[in-house]
Each structure stands twice: as structure tokens, then as C-alpha cells.
């Protein structure tokens, strides 16, 4: 099964606000909402930011938000900071044989 | 809080197996409802989901690693381990462990994780 679609890169400039999409099938994305989003730094291990499409565990900022239409989920960041410059990725349950599939990650670039 | 830290070899020759171990503090790998799974990372490029095992011991695998790949818990000292035999240089990458607090790809807790490079 093919990895989730996701912009190579986006930008902002800070206090504006981004979407980073992620487009699935209805196996993956579409079927399931069991989306979650996870903040790379360089060198760094990934940090989960949303789960379940929508739910943020606590201590993650309500600047990020998740949504889901269709096969295509997406997170949204607003009142951009320098810190949020970093790598993201998708991630979807993918029924009983996938199991678990990731996006290929998007570059956020805090101008 | 949950700690997870894995360890391992950091170079293996080409055809030969990859063995890691993720030893979990804070938390027990026998815990219901949780998943302890593996990742990896290749320079430069996305995640990738390997395996999983459930607190039960019933484990799940990524289709495209075929039969190369295996995942096992020692619940006595609180590990789990990852198997890959037949390593190629497509196996070279950062590899982390991870908690899956529900089956449902949520991977809430993650190790620092480990460099692996295959030599030829």
C-alpha cells in the first residue's frame, strides 16, 4: 500500500496560520478515524501531536488542530512561531492487515 | 513518566540479521491496552512502520517486510525486540520503539532511537 500523500513543503510567515494535508484512500484515511500527526525536529525523535483525527494529548498547544474530510485529513497551525519549524507526518490505521501507514512528511518553513 | 530506550548493534553486514531491544521504564509491557511497536527512519527520507506487539503478546507486521521481520517481549525485563534478517542497504536507518497507547497508530511515547547501517 502506497504512503499517504503530503505536500513535500509549506510556509508561513509567524502569527499566520498553515494546513498541511494528507491524502489517504477510503482503506486508510477515509475509512478509519484513526488519524494522528506527529513534530519532527532535526535529529530529534517524533512528538505526537493529534490523535484520532481531532483530540490533542495534553500539553500540545491548542495552536494545532486536526480535521478529517473524506480521504483527505489535514492539520492546521495557527499563530505560527520559529519553533514550529519542523518536519510533520500523517499517520492512519489501516485496517486488520496494513495496520499502520504514514504520510511522507511535509517541511514547514517558518519565514 | 514512560521511558523507552533502545539498543542494539550499530553495524551489520549485508545478508545478516538486525536484533534491537527497547527496554520500557515507567510503564509495563504487559499493561493492558497498550502496543509497543517498532519504526524506522532511512537518511532523509519519511517514517515507516515495522511491527507491533500487543500486552498479550500477539504481534503484527508490515505486509511489505514479508517474513524478514520479528517482534517478541521478554515481560521478566520489561523489553521488547525486534528481529530483521537479510539485511540490505535499504534497511539502513534511525530505528525507534514506541508506545501505541490503543492499536489505532497512536504513538505516544518514543525512544531517542538508534542509528543502523548495513555494510556491505
Known amino acids: 500500500q502506497s504512503a499517504l500523500t503530503q505536500p513535500r513543503s509549506v510556509s508561513g510567515s509567524p502569527g499566520q496560520s498553515v494546513t498541511i494535508s494528507c491524502t489517504g484512500s477510503?482503506?486508510?484515511?477515509?475509512?478509519?478515524?484513526?488519524v494522528s500527526w506527529y513534530q519532527q525536529h532535526p535529529g530529534k525523535a517524533p512528538q505526537l501531536l493529534i490523535y484520532?483525527?481531532?483530540k490533542r494529548p495534553s500539553g500540545v498547544p491548542d495552536r494545532f488542530s486536526g480535521s478529517k474530510s473524506g480521504n483527505t485529513a489535514s492539520l492546521t497551525l495557527s499563530g505560527l512561531q520559529a519553533e514550529d519549524e519542523a518536519d510533520y507526518y500523517c499517520?492512519?490505521?489501516?485496517?486488520?492487515?496494513?495496520?499502520?501507514?504514514f504520510g511522507g512528511g511535509t517541511k514547514l518553513s517558518v519565514l | 513518566q514512560v521511558q523507552l530506550q533502545e539498543s542494539g548493534p550499530g553495524l551489520v553486514k549485508a545478508s545478516e540479521t538486525l536484533s534491537l531491544t527497547c527496554s520500557v521504564s515507567?510503564?509495563?509491557?504487559?499493561?493492558?491496552?497498550?502496543?509497543w511497536g517498532w519504526l524506522r527512519q532511512p537518511p532523509g527520507k519519511g517514517l515507516e512502520w515495522i511491527a507491533s506487539?500487543?500486552?498479550?503478546?500477539?504481534?503484527s507486521y508490515n505486509p511489505s517486510l514479508g517474513s524478514r521481520v520479528s517482534i517478541s517481549a521478554d515481560t521478566s525485563k520489561n523489553q521488547f525486540s525486534l528481529s530483521l534478517s537479510a539485511v540490505t542497504a535499504e534497511d539502513t536507518a534511525v530505528y525507534y520503539c514506541?508506545?501505541?497507547?490503543?492499536?489505532?497508530?497512536?504513538?505516544?511515547?518514543w525512544g531517542q532511537g538508534t542509528v543502523f547501517t548495513v555494510s556491505s
Open positions: 499517520c492512519s490505521y489501516a485496517g486488520p492487515s496494513t495496520f499502520v501507514i
Open positions: 477510503s482503506s486508510d484515511v477515509g475509512g478509519h478515524d484513526f
Open positions: 484520532a483525527v481531532t
Open positions: 515507567g510503564a509495563s509491557v504487559k499493561s493492558y491496552p497498550y502496543y
Open positions: 506487539i500487543y500486552y498479550n503478546g500477539r504481534p
Open positions: 514506541a508506545r501505541d497507547t490503543d492499536g489505532w497508530a497512536t504513538f505516544d511515547v
